[in-house]
């Protein structure tokens, strides 16, 4: 079992930067990806960033690259989104997931492959 705990959401104004925080636990072996999706209200999850905890390598969305950046940082077991040039539209529940996927770099997120899911932390960016 993989526990995963976010931190770091809040509110803030457009243009403005948060950096979520993902803590991992347990059991990490069956586990080689963790990512970050959000969900709006009425809108369906949306994977946003992943990493490959092994290889290093990263998956954006076309919607926030070059303005967010994933990292890792393995002595901590944790995984950072740092979100820079906010806009209205990233107004969301950030979850953090983990997966294990055979793939050196993902092609894109699916949610139904991250087996592991944290309880979300929200973002709000206002106009």
């Known amino acids: 079992q993989v526990q995963l705990v976010e931190s770091g959401g809040g509110s803030v104004q457009a243009g403005g930067s948060l950096r979520l925080s993902c803590a991992a636990s347990g059991d990490r072996s069956g586990t080689n990806y963790l990512g970050w999706f959000r969900q709006a209200p009425g809108k369906e999850r949306e994977g946003v960033a992943a990493?490959?905890?092994?290889?290093?390598?990263?998956y954006y969305a076309d919607s926030v690259k070059g303005r967010f950046t994933i990292s890792q940082d393995n002595a901590k077991n944790t995984v950072y989104l740092q979100m820079n040039s906010l806009k209205p539209e990233d107004t969301a529940m950030y979850y953090c997931a983990a997966a294990l996927i055979p793939v050196d770099t993902l092609p894109m997120m699916v949610a139904g492959l991250f087996g592991y899911w944290g309880q979300g932390t929200q973002v709000t960016v206002s106009s």
């Open positions: 990493i490959n905890m092994g290889g290093g390598s990263t």
